[in-house]
């Protein structure tokens, strides 16, 4: 995406990889961090498809009827006579901060590369994926021709948005560094920037001493110079045109091309953050497509994902001040 960002009115935004239910205290949500992605560009005015899989159970007759209630379409969902649908147990702590046991060989673990998803990728403004459905080799395989076909003569400038998303221990530095390459924008928190600093040696290939080191010192307030190396480092080892970076309570920083973006974020009162960074990443990959500017997505991004921060569930129903930000 090294040219000028083409600004349309309408644009094709794709998640691939995980759909599931989140079993919450609650009770179950439609979840999967493509799938919030993909619910929230919906809602704020894109043309969003979810490239997954359930089982041909109830749990996945379920979803599929979720999925068709939120408005989504659910063209490239494919049915797997083979595995259960995808579940989660989740877990929230006194503040609804989320802790995850994500169950394995599950239909979006078999995740196919069909023609229609060949033809889908040819035509994705941009695409969301990340590190969790790449621990199978099938879906890792469809994620990786997804991408490659996004980018043609025809569609040069889709943005392919990796969001990291490190689950429990399914990701290593093969994933991390592979994904990265195919990737021209990263989405991350902090508590994964300590961990890819330490994987990829971000922090020792600068020359910083130790002491300094994120994963020892942590990302606090004060550390913003050195957060901004960081980043910057990454932007230039992986060609990437855009970071985004939340901080949980702390807010965000964006950086793209040179410039960065902080925001201290909007506080409300917690239900849980389930799908709160997922909201973010959709809010900013809108409001970059639209060519806004850093801090004026900064802002849109803060004020979208702290909403669903203050709702249960990862897809909640959105009011329609926030659908008509962009």
Not at 125 to 134: E, V
Not at 284 to 297: E, T
């Amino acid at each position: 995406m090294g040219q000028e960002r083409e600004c349309k009115s309408k644009f094709t935004v794709v998640g691939v990889g995980e759909i599931l239910w989140d079993m919450l205290p609650s009770g179950k949500e439609l979840g999967g961090a493509v799938t919030n992605f993909a619910y929230h560009a919906f809602a704020l005015g894109a043309d969003a498809y979810v490239v997954s899989a359930v089982g041909d159970d109830e749990l996945g007759r379920e979803i599929i009827a979720k999925v068709d209630e939120l408005g989504l379409s659910t063209r490239y969902i494919q049915l797997d006579a083979k595995h259960p649908t995808g579940t989660v147990d989740v877990t929230l702590d006194a503040n609804g901060i989320p802790s995850y046991v994500i169950h394995e060989n599950v239909a979006w673990d078999y995740i196919k590369f069909t023609k229609e998803a060949f033809d889908l990728a040819k035509k994705a403004d941009a695409i969301c994926f990340g590190s969790l459905a790449q621990r199978s080799q099938t879906s890792r395989n469809t994620i990786i021709s997804f991408l490659e076909n996004s980018c043609n003569e025809n569609n040069d400038r889709c943005l392919r948005v990796f969001d990291i998303n490190l689950r429990q221990n399914f990701y290593n530095r093969e994933i991390i560094h592979q994904s990265l390459q195919y990737a021209n924008a990263l989405k991350l928190n902090d508590e994964e920037l300590k961990v890819i600093d330490e994987l990829l040696g971000l922090s020792e290939s600068l020359g910083l001493s130790k002491d300094l080191n994120v994963k020892t010192t942590g990302l606090s307030e004060n550390m913003s110079p050195f957060i901004h190396d960081i980043l910057n480092h990454l932007a230039e080892k992986y060609s990437l045109d855009l970071i985004v970076l939340t901080r949980g309570d702390k807010g965000s920083i964006l950086f793209s091309k040179g410039q960065f973006s902080e925001h201290s974020g909007f506080r409300v009162e917690v239900a849980d953050t389930v799908g709160a960074g997922d909201a973010f990443t959709a809010a900013v990959v809108m409001g970059y497509l639209h060519c806004l500017d850093l801090d004026q997505i900064s802002n849109i991004a803060n004020k979208l994902a702290s909403y669903v921060c203050s709702q249960k569930g990862g897809t909640p129903n959105l009011p329609d001040e926030l659908k008509r930000l962009l």
